[in-house]
């Protein structure tokens, strides 16, 4: 569902309009890890009814898809993580 062409061209444009500027999703086994890259004033206001009502169906549709983490909200299925390891901020020796 997430090759190129795939995704409903609504959400496509509203992802873009809410500021997102790069975005990946990763994939194994029952996990999906996703990397977005936003502009400084993520989330702005999408003014498109269109966009956000085919993101909704969207989103209910990929739910039965995915499972929730542990410790997430009811109804949460995307939760922030924080970077703990970066290459190049390490030097060699």
């Known amino acids: 569902m ?15 309009a809410l500021g997102v500027e790069s975005m990946e999703i990763w994939h194994h086994g029952d996990r999906l ?8 004033d993520y989330p702005r206001p999408d003014p498109s009814r269109i966009g956000r009502q085919e993101s909704a169906r969207w989103e209910e549709y ?21 970077r703990i390891f970066l290459l190049a901020d390490h030097t060699g020796f």
């Open 33 to 40: 890890f996703m990397i977005v890259d936003a502009a400084d």
């Open 2 to 16: 997430h090759t190129p062409e795939s995704v409903w061209p609504a959400v496509i444009d509203h992802i873009r």
């Open 62 to 82: 990929m739910a039965k898809f995915q499972r929730t983490l542990p410790g997430a909200a009811p109804g949460e299925k995307w939760l922030p993580l924080r």
